[in-house]
C-alpha cells in the first residue's frame, strides 16, 4: 500500500508540472530575477538559492504529511474506531482518481479544493514578505517554509493519503514523495529551462500519467474493499 501511495505521490508532483507552473511558476520566476549579484558562476549562484527555496518548500509539506498522519492514527487510538483506516484509504483511492482525471486534462474540478486553504494563505502572506528582498540563502529556506502553505489543489488531494495512512512517517514519506515529484519543474521554471515543461505537457504524457495515477487509485480501493 505505502509504495503505491509514494510512487502515486511522486507521479502527481511530477506530472502536475502544469499546475505547478500556473500556481508557483511565476513566483519563482520573481524570486529568481531578484536574486543578489554574487561573485562567481551565476548559474550556480541562482541553482543556490533555488534549492535552498525548494528545500523549505518540501519541508512544510512533509511536515503537513506528519501532521495529518499523527492526527489519523492519535483519533482512531482516541475513539477507539475499528477499521476507520479503511475507510480512509477508500477515500484515499477515490482522490487519487480524481487527481489522475486532472492530470489526463479529463476532469478539473479538483482546483476548486484550493478554496479550502485560502484562510490559512491570507494568514501567512504577510510573513513572507518579511524575508524579501532574499540575500541569502537561509532567507530563501524560510520563504520556502512559508509559500509550501500556498493553496494547492494537488497537495491537498495528496494529503488525503498521508491521512489514509494513519501514521506520521509514512505521511511524511508520502509528502515528500510529492515534494521530489515538483521539484525538477520548479528548479527548471526558475532557471528558464524548458525540456521538461514541454514533455511533462504533451498531451500523450498527461494521458499516461494521468491513467497510471487512476490505476494506483483503484488498486488503493480494491485492496481496502478485500480487507474489509
Not at 37 to 50: D, R, S, T
Not at 163 to 168: E, K, L
Amino acid at each position: 500500500m505505502i509504495q503505491f501511495d509514494i510512487l502515486g505521490a511522486f507521479l502527481v508532483g511530477l506530472m502536475g508540472a502544469a499546475h505547478c507552473f500556473g500556481m508557483c511558476g511565476g513566483l519563482i520566476g520573481a524570486f529568481s530575477t531578484n536574486l543578489p549579484n554574487q561573485p562567481g558562476n551565476q548559474l550556480a549562484n541562482q541553482l543556490k538559492f533555488l534549492l535552498s527555496y525548494n528545500f523549505g518548500r518540501i519541508t512544510s509539506y512533509t511536515l503537513a504529511g506528519c501532521i495529518v498522519g499523527a492526527s489519523s492514527a492519535a483519533l482512531g487510538k482516541l475513539f477507539l474506531i475499528d477499521d476507520y483506516i479503511l475507510y480512509l484509504r477508500f477515500f484515499a483511492g477515490f482522490m487519487m482518481i480524481l487527481t489522475g482525471l486532472y492530470i489526463a486534462q479529463l476532469w478539473f474540478g479538483i482546483v476548486y479544493i484550493e478554496k479550502l486553504g485560502k484562510g490559512i494563505w491570507l494568514i501567512l502572506q504577510p510573513l513572507s514578505k518579511k524575508v524579501l528582498p532574499i540575500k541569502h540563502p537561509s532567507q530563501a529556506v524560510i520563504a520556502g517554509l512559508i509559500w509550501g502553505w500556498l493553496p494547492c489543489g494537488l497537495v491537498y488531494s495528496t494529503l488525503t493519503w498521508s491521512v489514509a495512512s494513519g501514521s506520521a512517517i509514512q505521511g511524511g514519506l508520502i509528502m515528500l514523495a510529492f515534494g521530489a515529484g515538483t521539484l525538477p519543474a520548479l528548479v527548471t521554471a526558475g532557471l528558464a529551462a524548458k525540456t521538461l515543461a514541454n514533455w511533462v505537457q504533451h498531451k500523450a504524457v498527461k494521458l499516461f500519467s494521468g491513467l497510471l495515477l487512476i490505476c494506483f487509485g483503484l488498486h488503493t480501493i480494491f485492496v481496502a474493499f478485500n480487507q474489509l
